[in-house]
């Protein structure tokens, strides 16, 4: 708390300082990617994924154009090879703790097995591939395709190796076993989330394969322990704790993941930043002599939410889309300094 004389009342001045924390959180729908891949259109899904990635700043001499054409299309065979292997695991990896604890590093191998070969640590590419385990058999991975400019970054995490339970006599097919089915890919953990592993881990692979040139780095984090909170400190959340994921605060983070089996667009998104509002504390005879940081804080808060309600109108296909809501999610810290 800073004092200063007041000459008017012979009272200590006195600052209040009120923070608000805001989060924009952003609801939709995602894209099943694994669902979709196995259809007649795969490699054009695949196509307008890899152009979510396209951050302006990504490319160095090439234009987004030519990046597209060095990474080259989504291999099918290999895709359906690697995931048919991943959803092998997908009965060791159930969470419903403490009768089932999922052992994320069988899945965790295949992502490796695919990865390493191209890795900086066995000389055979550019990938920088870590292993960080909090608890025996239960491992994240974090694969960064080095950018030539420290400062640029992008990131895709969220990809977990854990899934949901499945009781096989409730499913017309065995859910622990890739099945196709038409143009679907069938199995638990094919939309949420082990599909995405795979679908990421593939494009991680094209890119230590292709050595495109970036400004920015590209990281892929895949987690361990996201469909369980029961147990905590083995997968993001220790991640963030140890500092590991600090760097990827400087550049766009897209969180992959899903719990739809249909086709989808968006997910659940967050911007996080903060306002501080100072007032000024007086005597309660003279409150008009006072400033409500509050009151200020809330002022503020208003205009930001009609500007960015007139500058982002709901999209003319909103109901079609089936997006859910934008919210704004308030922390207020009221304090004397």
């Known amino acids: ?24 959180r952003v609801l939709g ?12 259109h795969a490699l054009n899904s695949f196509s307008r994924f890899r152009r979510g990635i396209q951050h302006p700043a990504m490319a160095s001499a090439s234009s987004p154009s030519a990046l597209k054409e060095v990474l080259g299309e989504l291999d099918r065979g290999s895709y359906v090879t690697l995931l048919s292997k991943i959803i092998g695991e997908a009965r060791h990896v159930q969470n419903n703790p403490p009768d089932l604890i999922p052992k994320e590093d069988r899945v965790a191998r295949h992502v490796l097995d695919s990865l390493l070969p191209l890795s900086t640590s066995t000389g055979g590419g550019p990938l920088v591939v870590s292993h ?72 991680m692979r094209k ?31 220790a991640l963030v704790k140890d500092g590991l ?5 400087a550049g766009p983070l897209f969180w992959i993941d899903t719990a739809d089996k249909q086709p989808c667009i968006g997910t659940g998104g967050m911007i996080a930043w903060r306002l501080r509002a100072t007032g000024k504390l007086f005597h309660s005879g003279l409150p008009h002599k006072a400033i409500n940081p509050l009151e200020l804080a809330m002022e503020a808060l208003k205009e930001i939410q009609l500007r960015f309600y007139r500058d982002f109108p709901p999209h003319p296909k909103e109901e079609i ?8 999610q308030l922390n ?6």
């Open 207 to 237: 890119l230590g394969e292709t050595k495109p040139t970036l400004k920015n780095t590209v990281v892929a984090v895949f987690i361990a322990n996201e469909e369980n909170s029961s147990v905590l400190g083995v997968g993001v959340d």
């Open 132 to 203: 960080v385990s909090y608890a025996e058999g239960r491992g994240n991975v974090i694969v960064e395709y080095p950018g030539s400019d420290p400062a640029r970054i992008i990131s895709f995490v969220g990809c977990h190796m854990d899934v949901v339970t499945a009781d096989p006599t409730d499913w017309e097919f065995d859910p622990f076993s890739l099945s196709v089915d038409g143009d679907k890919l069938r199995g638990r953990g094919t939309t949420d989330c082990l599909g995405h592993v795979a679908l990421v881990t593939q494009l």
């Open 332 to 337: 207020v810290q009221y304090q004397e300094m």
């Open 29 to 40: 729908r995602v894209l099943p990617l694994a669902w979709i891949t196995s259809s007649p």
């Open 245 to 249: 994921l600090d760097k990827l605060k």
């Open 1 to 24: 708390m800073r004092s200063e004389s007041d000459n008017e009342g012979g009272h200590p001045k006195r600052c209040l300082d009120t923070e608000i924390s805001c989060r924009i």
């Open 321 to 328: 889309l089936e997006v859910a809501s934008i919210r704004f």
